[in-house]
């Protein structure tokens, strides 16, 4: 079974650093794109960006392009988001999902499965 | 990059058929057929239940079906049942952003 499983919860104050992660199991991580996605308290669902495993290529949106990094460790089947300088302003459920692959193909353009999310929660 | 545009709720009783519409531009739905649907039930992931605008993924039940014309595209439930309340999101491929979701519908059956 493909799945992916994120770390847990996280509470940080302005200015701190974090990284979160996603692992995959049950298919071979480094063939399949990950993306990550994030859901504001009580709001809808944003795309942050992509990443191939195999070979590093990322994918920003424009909204979030320098504001965080996506990096994945083939070695250990994680993918990562990662903040320098976290702000309120990223408190939100973020959520990995990968690339979903039908009988005929696999396309990144639609995502499934997804992990359980992780909660960010950025207070001073 | 502005979000797609969603009914914020659609109500509909049991064994009813409701559609939710989902509204782009020229730059995202209107140019590519690359439009997808997920369901969100509350405290849960997002679950992808049409792809490419009218393909179900494996396991989804018939009674979701995606269309699309111009800048809009639809889903419709058929066949309404209590485990369709969720939260409903449209997506679209959007060229150089590159992927913007709607603001959600949230399904209430009556």
């Known amino acids: 079974e493909v799945q992916l499983v994120q770390s847990g919860a996280e509470v940080k104050k302005p200015g701190e650093s974090l990284r979160i992660s996603c692992q995959g199991s049950?298919?071979?991580?480094?063939?399949?794109?990950i993306a990550w996605v994030r859901q504001m308290p009580g709001r809808g669902l944003e795309w942050v960006g992509i990443?191939?495993?195999?070979?590093?290529?990322?994918t920003y949106s424009q909204s979030f392009q320098g504001q965080v990094t996506i990096s994945a460790d083939k070695s250990r089947g994680t993918a990562y988001l990662e903040w320098s300088s976290l702000k309120a302003s990223d408190t939100a459920i973020y959520y990995c999902?990968?690339?979903?692959?039908?009988?005929?193909?696999?396309?990144?353009?639609?995502?499934?499965?997804w992990g359980q999310g992780t909660l960010v929660t950025v207070s001073s | 990059q502005s979000a797609l545009t969603q009914p914020a709720s659609v109500s509909g009783s049991p064994g009813q058929s409701i559609t939710i519409s989902c509204t782009g531009t020229s730059n995202d739905i209107g140019s590519y057929d690359l439009v997808s649907w997920y369901q969100q039930h509350p405290g849960k992931a997002p679950k992808l239940i049409i792809y490419e605008v009218s393909k179900r993924p494996s396991g989804v039940s018939n009674r979701f079906s995606g269309s699309k014309s111009g800048n809009t595209a639809s889903l419709t439930i058929s066949g309404l049942q209590a485990e369709d309340e969720a939260d409903y999101y449209c997506c679209s491929y959007a060229g150089h952003s590159p992927y913007v979701f709607a603001t959600e519908t949230k399904v209430t059956v009556l």
């Open positions: 990443i191939y495993p195999d070979d590093s290529t990322i």
């Open positions: 999902a990968r690339e979903y692959c039908d009988s005929i193909s696999c396309s990144s353009h639609w995502l499934d499965p």
């Open positions: 049950g298919y071979t991580f480094s063939k399949y794109y």
